[in-house]
Structures are given as C-alpha cells and as structure tokens.
C-alpha cells in the first residue's frame, strides 16, 4: 500500500505542502473533540503507523513524539464539551479541525480530511478521504497526535472526577460509563446534548 498516494495526487496537481487532519472524540458523552493537522516530509516511513483506533496505547505514545520530531509542521486542537452541546458535534468537530489547520505554522497548499466531509479552511483546496487514516500517512499521523491528546486530557479529567472512572473508558459510552451515570448523574465535563437517551427528559 502507498501511504502518500493521495499526497502524490496532490503534487501531480502543482500542491507542494500537503497536510492531513483527523480527529479524536466525536463519539464520546464526556470530554472535548480534539483535531491535529500534521504535515510529514513526502515518502517518511514511520515504522508501526496506522489508524490510531488500530493501534495499542503504548505504540500510540511511542509513535506520539515520533510524529512530532519528524514533522515539517503539526497543530493540535480541540472544542470544549460546551462549543459540542452549542454547535452539534459536526459543528464543534469542524471547529476543532479549522483550530487545527490555522496553528500550523507552515503554509500549506492542499489538505487531506478524514471523513467525507470537508470543513470550512478559508477556501484551502483539498478533499475528504473516507477512511483516510487507514490510507494517507499524514491522516494516521494526524489521527494520532488527536487520539494521545485526548486520552491524556481524559486522564487528567479523571482526577477531578474519579467516581466516573474516566481513565477507564475515556469519555465513551460504554457499560461501566452509563451504569456511572445513572448512579451520580452528569458532571460538568458531560456533553449534556448527548445525555437524553441515557438520564431522561430532564437533561436533554
């Protein structure tokens, strides 16, 4: 598999800078949605990069500082569970991927979405790629600078609110999240547009 296909397009095209966004969180009742946007020297091999979801904690750690020293350029962003409850996770997820666009500090001329749709950059070109983190090298990258950040700022979450065992599920609704729920009722981390099905009429 060619992991800068899409790159490669985009420099047949005349685009010299090509950079992947991707995102982290969208799914979860509780915590930020982060976005990263990574810019990685054409053809760079890094050993073990892969769809973040794909890939252990402790090789996304690894790979984390990795994708960092070898970068031309990354940003890494996020929108606050209340921008989520605001705007609609689609909204606040595109947010978090324009905060990321915008931090980098390298001009780029072309940028790779995950997703099949594209946010608004400012008029960029670029394009969508359905499962783009499993086919572009810098969308996996980008996928997982958002992924570690999240899981660390859930870590830290944890602290604050340790009967909801965030280290544990990191936000997403699993079993043990929602029996939590049910027992001690949100906190003010939950994204209180997601918790109707879960508490009821009274928090939706």
């Known amino acids: 598999m060619n992991w800068y296909a899409y790159e490669a397009a985009a420099n047949e095209k005349g685009y010299r800078c090509v950079c992947g966004i991707d995102e982290a ?9 982060f976005a990263a946007a990574v810019i990685l020297p054409q053809g760079l091999v890094i050993d073990g990069l ?17 994708i960092q020293q070898e970068a031309i350029g990354y940003s890494i962003a996020f929108a606050t569970e209340q921008e ?12 978090a991927m324009r905060r990321a666009y915008q931090g980098l ?21 670029g394009e969508p790629v359905v499962q783009g983190d499993a086919k572009s090298a810098n ?6 600078l958002a992924k570690v950040s999240r899981d660390r700022v859930m870590l830290e979450i944890d602290k604050l ?10 936000g997403y609704g699993t079993k043990l999240h929602r029996e ?20 009821g009429d009274v928090y939706g």
Do not use: W
């Open 25 to 33: 969180g969208r799914g979860p009742l509780a915590g930020p949605v």
């Open 50 to 66: 892969n769809d973040s979801k794909k890939m252990t904690e402790k090789k996304r750690e690894e790979l984390f500082s990795v």
């Open 84 to 95: 989520i409850d605001e705007l609609n996770i689609l909204q606040a997820t595109f947010l």
């Open 105 to 125: 500090g390298t001009p780029v001329d072309y940028v790779l979405v995950d997703g099949n749709r594209m946010p608004e950059l400012g008029g960029a070109a």
């Open 139 to 144: 969308i996996a990258a980008a996928s997982v």
């Open 161 to 170: 609110y340790p009967e909801y065992q965030f280290a544990k599920h990191k």
């Open 180 to 199: 939590l729920l049910l027992r001690y009722g949100m906190c003010p981390v939950h994204r209180r547009s997601f918790m109707k099905k879960i508490l």
